[in-house]
T-cell receptor, first 112, second 113 residues
């Protein structure tokens, strides 16, 4: 089992709709969870971090964490063509806060 | 604040050679992590340095090594290059206050011929 799993996509969503991206992780002691966006040919850019169960909102983005189910998700409201990118879920593993492992990413395409 | 910088941005080497990549973290950040990104394997953790000490290590052969200097700048070395080492090498820095967020540099694109 991979430590961090994501559906590779592509996920196609119409402009203005909600895009929902999901991620599961295997390490029960993980405490830090991140979503990064990566455009083709660019480096990952941090969108959201979440540390506690529940929802965290930042503009059009909402991260949701459920530690009991070992599940973290990212919702993008009012999707724009500029949101088309690969979204990477990242989780710390083990007791170390500083070893952060990435999922393989979900490719999101927003169609006009 | 200036972001994470990496040099060089592009590099072409041949099999058997060695290469050294450099990363300067965000000012005040003391943690630097290195990752290898390939289309087939995604983003894979190489190692993390904090205050000149390697704190974590991924599952890469000993040909991959790194170090960190007293000013937090970090270098990564790959010896005896193989074709499979062709990848985007990313470094990320993290501060010591607040959350655990990492910020990436632009990466070094290494091509091994």
């Amino acid at each position: 089992q991979k430590e961090v799993e994501q559906n590779s996509g592509p996920l196609s969503v119409p402009e203005g709709a909600i895009a929902s991206l999901n991620c599961t992780y295997s390490d029960r002691v993980s405490q830090s969870f991140f979503w990064y966006r990566q455009y083709s040919g660019k480096s990952p850019e941090l969108i959201m971090s979440i540390y506690s169960n529940g929802d965290k909102e930042d503009g059009r983005f909402t991260a949701q964490l459920n530690k009991a189910s070992q599940y973290v998700s990212l919702l993008i409201r009012d999707s724009q063509p500029s949101d088309s990118a690969t979204y990477l879920c990242a989780v710390n593993v083990g007791s170390s806060a500083s070893k952060i492992i990435f999922g393989s990413g979900t490719r999101l395409s927003i169609r006009p | 604040k200036a972001g994470v910088t990496q040099t060089p941005r592009y590099l072409i080497k041949t099999r058997g050679q060695q290469v050294t990549l450099s990363c300067s973290p965000i000012s005040g950040h003391r943690s630097v992590s290195w990752y290898q990104q390939t289309p087939g394997q995604g983003l894979q953790f190489l190692f993390e340095y904090f205050s000149e000490t390697q704190r974590n290590k991924g599952n890469f052969p000993g040909r991959f090594s790194g170090r960190q200097f007293s000013n937090s700048r970090s270098e990564m070395n790959v010896s005896t290059l193989e074709l499979g080492d062709s990848a985007l090498y990313l470094c990320a820095s993290r501060g010591t206050s607040g959350g655990n967020e990492q910020f990436f540099g632009p990466g070094t694109r290494l091509t091994v011929l």
